[in-house]
Nanobody, 131 residues
Framework: QVQLVESGGGSVQTGDSLRLSCAASGLSFSSYHIGWFRQAPGKEREFVAAITRSGSGSKIFYADSVKGRFTISRDNAKITTYLQMNSLKPEDTGLYHC??????????????????????WGQGTQVTVST
């Protein structure tokens, strides 16, 4: 059974840090692009960060709103993706999901900034940042 399980969310104050984890099972992890998305109440799910499948070297992409503050990484041995979030702001509040898509050719395109491109989703972990 293909599954993604997020953890690490919580309630913090502005400027604090959190590290989210996304543990995968039932899939060839190294063949998948992994993305992080977030959704605030009343808003659409938005792209946060992504890391491409392993191979000649994973590429990393960030939303402009988190560049310089968030870091995505993957550990294929642990079948886990991480999202290190520093200097958190209230606007970072939301339900954070990780998602995966199998890409045999390993290419990246603008498609992968959109949630519709991903085939496997976790349940999400809540991040709340207060002032």
């Amino acid at each position: 059974q293909v599954q993604l399980v997020e953890s690490g969310g919580g309630s913090v104050q502005t400027g604090d840090s959190l590290r989210l984890s996304c543990a995968a099972s039932g899939l060839s992890f190294s063949s998948y692009h992994i993305g992080w998305f977030r959704q605030a109440p009343g808003k659409e799910r938005e792209f946060v960060a992504a890391i491409t499948r392993s191979g000649s070297g994973s590429k990393i992409f960030y939303a402009d709103s988190v560049k310089g503050r968030f870091t995505i990484s993957r550990d294929n041995a642990k079948i886990t993706t991480y999202l290190q979030m520093n200097s958190l702001k209230p606007e970072d509040t939301g339900l954070y999901h990780c998602a995966a898509v199998n890409t045999p050719q390993g290419t990246w395109s603008a498609t992968y900034y959109k949630p519709q491109a991903y085939r496997v989703w976790g349940q999400g972990t809540q991040v709340t940042v207060s002032t």
